[in-house]
């Protein structure tokens, strides 16, 4: 497998996408409602998604791909070589805000993650890594990630998870809170993850993420010394859709024993 030439290839497809996405914002933007008034697609989810399964069908047939609005392939098991995409993630921002909003993906071998990516649209940030080659930022390394204290530390959370919720003790995740230096919420799993694993935050956390929002986010993870798991320190099942931490590794195991593990 030339991974060398799939790293080209993924990086030259994500801007093309990200120049159609940025296009898109000159023209009416269809907004469709998904399960909620918050769960929100629009016709460029769609579009982007469509041009990444065409383009990986046409550059590799062999590959699979698994994006959220379902235009890829139907994924059970991740043998072969699989493409796991959200077309964007943060698609509230993307309507709301024309900012905050990110392309992210991730390349799998029979299950390892080989390849990740987040590219931040609207500022054209590319972060990239290759498994065991490091990771990226516009080109640039990216240092590995250096201990944190609490005190220190900045964390971001989703608002709705620090509400009372079957998941996690509220009472602890307040203590949390109190402990570290602030809070930050963004509005984008794929944009807290990149923001972890530049250090720009220390941890990120939420109740239900699904494989496309972190699949690109955990190779990069790795190469940083990141760690990133379940509630309970497992590995994040990416044919599952759970709880997701990541964390600067000097965080991980105290925040979930003493803060998240109910
Ligand atoms: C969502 C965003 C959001 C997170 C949601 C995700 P989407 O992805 O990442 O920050 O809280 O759980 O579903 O739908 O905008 O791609
Ligand atoms: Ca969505
Ligand atoms: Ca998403
Ligand atoms: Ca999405």
Redesign the pocket.
Known sequence: MDVHAIDQFAQKTIREAGERIKHSLNETIKVMEKSSSS?LVTNM?MEIEQFFVKEVNEAYPEHRILG?EGFGDSIQHLNGVVWIV?P??????FINQHRN?CITLGVYVDGMGMLGYIYQVMTGEMIAAVQGQGATINGQPIPKLPPVRFEDALIGV?ASWVAPNRHIDHERVTKLIQRVRGTRS?????L?ISYVVTGRLDAYF?M???A??VAGGMVIAQEVGAICGTLHGKPFDLMKKQPFIIANASLYKELIEDYLVK
Do not use: K
């Not at 964007?88 to 921002?93: A, E, L, P, Q, V």
């Open positions: 769960d989810d959220e959200d964007i993630d943060g698609t509230t921002n909003f989703n963004y509005g984008s799993a794929a807290e939420s239900r993420l699904s496309w929002d």
